[in-house]
């Protein structure tokens, strides 16, 4: 349980993110997709969605167990995904003119993984993952043209995830 310091009788967004020492913008992700387990909310006012202290506070500590855990290694369906989510970002940013909506869009869809490939083992995958996700460390791209080098570069580690990735994975079926 959430240590009695901190117990809240309510939680927001902001809060579930402090208690988490995590970004909004990613705890408002989870929610969106229901991922990571976390709950509904109790309620929802005008400022957004609302949790009791009760409904929340044990989803607050599972996550922060999961967290402080030995580093896991990195799922082969996770680097892949990665890698997915950063190729849609590399190309939108080739398309002239860039379409900033969806390529905001993309940017918070593919930071999404930062966390969790942050927290994995330090595995030649994990290393090879966090490279191809390493230009969405810097919280505002700033000048696109000089993102998306950063971004094209680092994409040269996605050989090695697909190869890294592809030792895990079942045979696919060539027959077909």
């Known amino acids: 349980m959430v240590a009695r310091a901190e117990r809240k009788a309510f939680y927001g967004i902001a809060e579930i993110a402090d208690a988490l ?24 006012l005008s400022s957004g969605p609302i ?14 167990s999961q967290r402080d855990s030995p580093a896991q290694p990195i799922s082969p369906e996770f680097a892949l995904k990665a890698g997915r989510r950063m190729l849609r970002v590399a190309a939108l940013l080739l398309e002239e003119p860039i379409r900033l909506k969806l390529l905001s869009q993309s940017l918070a869809e593919a930071r999404e993984l930062l966390p969790i490939a942050e927290d994995a083992a330090d595995d030649p ?37 697909v190869d890294l990735a592809a030792e895990s994975l079942p045979e696919a079926d060539s027959a077909g």
């Not at 020492?21 to 929802?44: C, F, K, M, Y």
């Open 51 to 64: 949790w009791r202290g009760t409904t929340i506070e044990p989803w607050i500590e599972v996550v922060r």
């Open 125 to 161: 995958l994990g290393r090879a993952v966090r490279a191809v996700l390493s230009p969405l460390r810097a919280p505002d791209p700033g000048n696109l043209h000089r993102f998306r080098r950063k971004v094209l570069a680092e994409l040269t580690q996605l050989e090695t995830v």
């Open 21 to 44: 020492g995590l970004n909004r913008q990613l705890v408002t992700a989870w929610r969106r997709r229901r991922s990571h387990g976390i709950p509904d909310p109790d309620g929802e």
